[in-house]
């Protein structure tokens, strides 16, 4: 199988799945507006458009069947970015430059496996402070602080945690810098670039990951908002 | 022309007598260095002085020295070709450096190219990728008339930009990941751009990724070093279209 026997098809796997997890990313970043849109504008009768949100997700087999997905996706780029480092590092060789680095590459190319681990974490973090309580907790049956579907209260309440906000602003660094080099990257191994193109796609990855990353950030905002 | 001024020059050069013997660096002098010499002819003193000690001269590549035929190498100062962009080490001169200063030299770092003796590291994977499919299988006969066959502009640029890739190795050196895409890229963009070349496409694109992955060369994570290094400024669109062609002959499969 190509995709796993060629350097490009792995490469094209590492594309595939990053690129889809973006597109993720995006449809996230634009349903956690939503908990924006409620601390901006909070309806009369005190209820949230945020909770209609996660009740519409919540256990149902389409959120249960996307999660398994994101899950197939996120052990594959994982796997694959394991796997494609242990490579290079044998094609490099055991003896290194004594003097190297002088070459002006950009910081995030350079770090791509580091940043990814730090994602890793912080979404190990993002897991235990929402899924762990919102999906699972509704799945198995676990009484919370909140109900399940209560997202409002529950990002209201992780975002007023000091150490979690620290968390989040490193993961939102790490993610601002990944997708700053991936998702033009994903597009150079598809073959989608070319010589005009590829300035285009450097400037789409920054644009793209600043708007996904602001996003995500306004969300803490409002929570802090909202917690005063 | 500048004026001619001399240097002297501190050399940190890499020494290592086989491939499988231990290497290390070792520290020369070399002193009335003049600014209008070639770095090699800055070398070629070097050798000069030790073969007059009965000392073993260093050993590295070099031939054409007019930057056309891909032979020399050298990873001067932590940059392959030394410090000057879209050279390469044959055209670099030493009124680039100053005067007490010191020059690292060391061989190519990847296992692809493993070291033979001192700078000199065999790079005749290369040749092998070449072989692989890195030409034309059919009987061209003569050449055509003018015109005879049409081509853009712009496609007969690219290849020609393309072929410029004199594989030197500079790219795999300079790459963190001992890639060879950007070589492989090339050959391959010089012949897929063409009408001649683009009836075996497929089969040679699947043909030298598949002898560039058995000969453990790395995997491409576009940090663009490759690029930046070349010292005929290949692009990394030649890699775009190396993935594009590869993907399509596979999927064609």
């Not at chain 1, 009484?143 to 529950?154: I, K, L, R, S, V």
């Not at chain 2, 012949?191 to 002898?211: C, N, S, T």
């Not at chain 2, 490759?226 to 002959?249: D, G, H, Q, T, Y």
């Amino acid at each position: 199988m190509w995709l796993a026997s060629s350097s490009i098809g792995r490469k094209v796997v590492m594309s595939v799945t990053g690129a889809s997890l973006v597109l993720f990313l995006t449809f996230h970043m634009l349903m956690n507006l939503v908990y924006v849109y409620d601390v901006a504008f909070p309806a009369a009768d005190g209820t949230h458009y945020y909770d209609k949100v996660c009740e519409f997700l919540g256990t149902n087999w389409y959120a249960l069947l996307g999660t398994a997905g994101l899950g197939v996706l996120v052990v594959f780029h994982l796997c694959y970015a394991f796997w494609l480092t242990v490579q290079n590092r044998k094609a490099r060789g055991n003896q290194r430059y004594a003097v190297s680095g002088k070459q002006p590459v950009h910081w995030a190319a350079k770090n791509m496996l580091v940043l990814g681990i730090i994602i890793l974490c912080g979404l190990f973090a993002h897991l235990a402070h929402f899924w762990a309580n919102m999906m699972y907790a509704e799945l198995a049956g676990v009484e919370g602080q909140y109900a399940p579907t209560a997202g409002f209260d529950w990002i209201t309440f992780q975002f007023s945690q000091p150490l979690n906000i620290a968390i989040y602003v490193v993961w939102f660094a790490a993610i601002w810098y990944h997708l700053t080099h991936g998702i033009w990257s994903s597009m150079q191994t598809l073959g989608l670039n070319g010589k005009q193109w590829l300035d285009r796609w450097i400037c789409i990855s920054y644009v793209w990951a600043t708007i996904i990353v602001l996003g995500f950030a306004a969300v803490v905002v409002a929570a802090l908002v909202q917690g005063m | 022309m500048g004026k001619e001024s001399f240097l002297n020059v501190n050399l940190k050069v890499w020494r290592q007598r086989g491939p499988k013997e231990k290497g290390e660096f070792k520290t020369y002098r070399v002193e009335h260095v003049s600014t209008e010499m070639s770095f090699f002819e800055m070398m070629d003193t070097l050798n000069e002085q030790l073969i007059n000690k009965h000392e073993e001269p260093i050993v590295f590549d070099h031939d054409c020295r007019e930057g056309i035929c891909g032979t020399c190498s050298l990873y001067i100062n932590g940059r392959p070709h030394g410090i000057d962009n879209a050279i390469t080490t044959c055209q670099l001169h030493m009124r680039k450096f100053t005067n007490e200063c010191t020059i690292t030299v060391e061989p190519w770092r990847s296992a692809g190219f493993p070291v033979i003796r001192d700078l000199m590291v065999d790079r005749s994977a290369f040749d092998k990728i070449q072989q692989a499919g890195g030409y034309t299988s059919i009987n061209c006969g003569a050449a055509q008339d003018a015109n005879a066959i049409l081509i853009s502009k712009v496609d007969a640029d690219e290849a020609m930009d393309s072929a410029s890739c004199i594989g030197c190795g500079a790219c795999v050196a300079a790459c963190k990941n001992g890639s060879a895409m950007l070589f492989v890229s090339a050959k391959v963009s010089q012949f897929a751009l063409l009408p001649q070349g683009r009836v075996e496409a497929a089969r040679r694109a699947k043909a030298m990724v598949a002898k560039m992955d058995e000969l453990g060369f790395g995997n491409c994570t576009n940090t663009r070093a490759c690029e930046m290094e070349c010292p005929k400024s290949v692009k990394i669109s030649n890699i775009a279209r190396l993935n594009r062609e590869f993907i399509k002959a596979k999927l064609a499969d």
